[in-house]
């Protein structure tokens, strides 16, 4: 937000007096302003000899305030939002849709939890090949060189005649995997960057809806996320929460599914625990916590954080992932 | 005696209010009973409750059951539906409420009198019920601070077109901005006269801000908070569900002596400036005996501990599907 000074172009009644007032209360910004108490504010400008024009001053500040605030919106509106722009998107499987209620939600952050090789990456590409194959854009942040359109291609083979191999087939196929764009992120100021950059592409983009981008996917949030977490400054956990409030904002205003992937550490009391910790723990809408049993096929699923069921919900599978 | 002051008594003794009005008056300040699982207390506007628990533990899910209770009517075409018939405000900090979610309960809540078969419901009361709510998504401790500098006039507006007046302000939750504001407090200050830190300072702004609001619109305020740190001897046990019977009952009886002591299992983080501002405070913790009693797999139990005024004893409550439930 802007220094009082850079208003005065635009705001007359924010002159070098009112500035002079402002700054005896240590308000030099319109932050300042915003942590500062009204009431003390308009007293003391009642003893000044040119209160009224002090008072007209504050209350140009906080017209400007009023325009920059989140809008109050009601239940019916919210709800006509979600109905027109937050559709549910598949995974691919029919058993984790349909023990999602449906699969995958535009607006929210979804995070799947599970020690390596349980199947995470392996439900981010087929979530990625579907949304594509339904001619939405994919974003794909691999962190750990773990995607591979090899199987993308696999996917999309799989569940349709795209195997046959002749040219128009061949295309087809062209087009869904560029459907889906990687970016390799090795460390969290890259994500932010990359994820500052969507969201101004987003917005000018606007218009052109034929390629919108329906899945964010960041695969592992946590291999980002843990290194800066070391340490006993605040600094790391601001990030980790500020790139929670990025993806959720950019999930919401943009009608994005996003899906971030964690691992497990071991607790204190020897049972393994998701890891990033408590803060994170209220940063995602959905966590989901995948596990396979050693040396077979069989995997689990199961719910740790649902808006609309409760935790504890588990599904066993040996073809969950068919 | 001086005519001024005469007239004064008179006047005051003449009264100013009718019958009418000043039942309506009093009815506002009287206490009322929340549905359960917050129905231990009476709580009247004014009143700030926090509800202190790890995530998940049903706290969102309990703040949008108190909503659904206030915006819907006390009567509608005969059926009775006990709610208390006024507008709600919900604060969302943490940008994960979900309207679906809301709107499945609110009908599940009006169709209930209805019987479980029948297919249809009134669209009207529906509808009404859903404008009564209110919402605001806020990313930052800026973006908190600038709606409520800025409510007060739009719940003026709101209050003139629905007739009611706001009853409930919901925050979920409110330590959200916690390390954000944490860290920048870190940052080069401008100049030497900003004494506080700058966590503080947002607490100390927000909790005025409330209160003046709160002079204007009387409400009740119920805010989330989450755990974001746990004692450390205590950390452990927490997340052991009581899989040896010996374990656990060691567990529950050291954590008794500790909360005999004044000490609960999670630390605070909130500035004392919010913490005096909280008239109320429940704890929600996970249940110990959770996996003794779980034959439902669907659902999941906590504790539900009145921290504020002390209760002696603990409800324990049902997460499923349809909601919270205490379990008897």
Redesign the interface.
């Known amino acids: 937000?802007a220094p009082l000074n850079s208003l005065e172009k635009e705001y007359p009644l924010i002159d070098s007096n009112f500035q002079t007032f402002c700054a005896s209360h240590?308000i030099?910004s319109v932050?300042d302003f915003?942590?500062?108490?009204?009431?003390a504010l308009f007293t003391s400008a009642a003893n000044h000899s040119t209160s009224h024009r002090l008072k007209q001053g504050i209350h140009q500040l906080?017209s400007i305030?009023?325009v920059?605030?989140?809008?109050?919106?009601?239940?019916?509106q919210?709800?006509q939002?979600?109905k027109r722009n937050k559709h549910v998107l598949s995974t691919g499987s029919e058993r984790v849709d349909e023990f999602l209620g449906g699969g995958l939600r535009e607006g929210?952050l979804t995070e799947l939890v599970g020690p390596s090789s349980s199947g995470k990456t392996q439900v981010c590409s087929m979530s990625a090949s579907t949304a594509a194959k339904h001619k939405g854009s994919v974003i794909y942040l691999d962190t750990s060189n773990s995607f591979s359109p090899q199987r993308i291609a696999h996917f999309v083979g799989q569940s349709s005649d795209y195997v046959s191999g002749n040219q128009a087939d061949h295309r087809l196929l062209q087009n869904i995997l560029d459907r889906i764009i990687c970016y390799p992120v090795f460390d969290v100021y890259q994500m932010f960057d990359l994820l500052r950059q969507l969201e101004i592409n987003f917005r000018s983009e606007i218009v052109k809806s034929d390629r919108h981008v329906q899945l964010l996917i960041v695969d592992s949030i946590s291999s980002l996320i843990t290194p800066i977490l070391r340490g006993s400054?605040?600094?790391g956990?601001?990030?980790?929460?500020?790139v929670g409030?990025l993806l959720?904002?950019l999930a919401?205003e943009h009608n994005i599914a996003v899906l971030v992937t964690n691992h497990v550490v071991g607790?204190?009391?020897g049972?393994s625990?998701p890891a990033l910790?408590?803060?994170w723990?209220?940063v995602p809408?959905v966590r989901l916590l995948l596990s396979r049993e050693c040396g077979s096929n069989v995997c689990n699923i199961s719910i740790?954080?649902h808006?609309?069921?409760?935790?504890?919900?588990?599904a066993t599978s040996s073809r969950l992932f068919d | 005696m001086k005519k001024k002051d005469r007239e004064e008594i008179e006047s005051w003794i003449k009264g100013d209010e009718t019958g009418g009005e000043m039942l309506k008056r009093v009815w506002r300040v009287r206490p009322f009973i929340l549905p359960p699982p917050l129905h231990r207390v009476p709580l009247r506007v004014g009143n700030v409750l926090e509800l202190v628990g790890p995530s998940p533990s049903a706290k969102t899910q309990i703040l949008i059951q108190t909503a659904i209770t206030c915006i819907l009517p006390k009567h509608w075409n005969g059926i009775h539906y006990g709610g208390l018939d006024h507008l709600v405000l919900f604060i969302d900090l943490d940008s994960r409420f979900d309207i679906t979610r809301f709107s499945h309960l609110l009908l599940h809540r009006i169709m209930e009198p209805y019987g479980e078969d029948s297919g249809d419901y009134d669209k009207s009361l529906f509808d009404l019920c859903m404008t009564r709510f209110l919402y605001v998504r806020c990313s930052d401790s800026f973006q908190f601070l600038q709606t409520l500098k800025t409510l007060n006039w739009r719940l003026d507006k709101e209050k003139e077109a629905h007739g009611v007046s706001v009853h409930l302000l919901l925050i979920d939750s409110i330590g959200a901005f916690h390390w954000m504001d944490r860290a920048s407090m870190l940052l080069p200050l401008k100049e030497n006269s900003r004494k506080k830190l700058f966590l503080q300072s947002v607490s100390e702004a927000v909790v005025q801000d409330i209160k003046k609001l709160l002079h204007v619109h009387p409400m009740l305020v119920i805010a989330t908070k989450s755990v974001i740190f746990w004692n450390k001897q205590s950390s452990a046990s927490v997340d052991v569900k009581g899989s040896f019977m010996k374990n656990s009952w060691e567990e529950r009886s050291s954590r008794n002596a500790t909360r005999n002591g004044q000490h609960v299992e999670y630390r605070e983080y909130m500035p004392s400036v919010w913490q005096s501002f909280v008239t109320h405070r429940i704890l929600i913790r996970s249940s110990d005996d959770h996996s003794v009693t779980s034959y439902c797999q669907n659902s999941s139990f906590y504790l539900l501990e009145w921290l504020l005024p002390r209760l002696s004893f603990s409800d324990k409550i049902v997460v499923k599907d349809a909601g919270v439930f205490v379990d008897s």
């Open positions: 937000m240590s030099y932050e915003l942590l500062h108490d009204l009431d906080l305030v009023d920059l605030h989140p809008p109050l919106l009601n239940g019916l919210l709800l939002d979600s929210q400054g605040p600094q956990h601001a990030l980790m929460i500020s409030f959720k904002k919401h607790g204190e009391d049972n625990k910790g408590e803060s723990k209220s809408h740790i954080k808006p609309a069921m409760a935790s504890g919900r588990t």
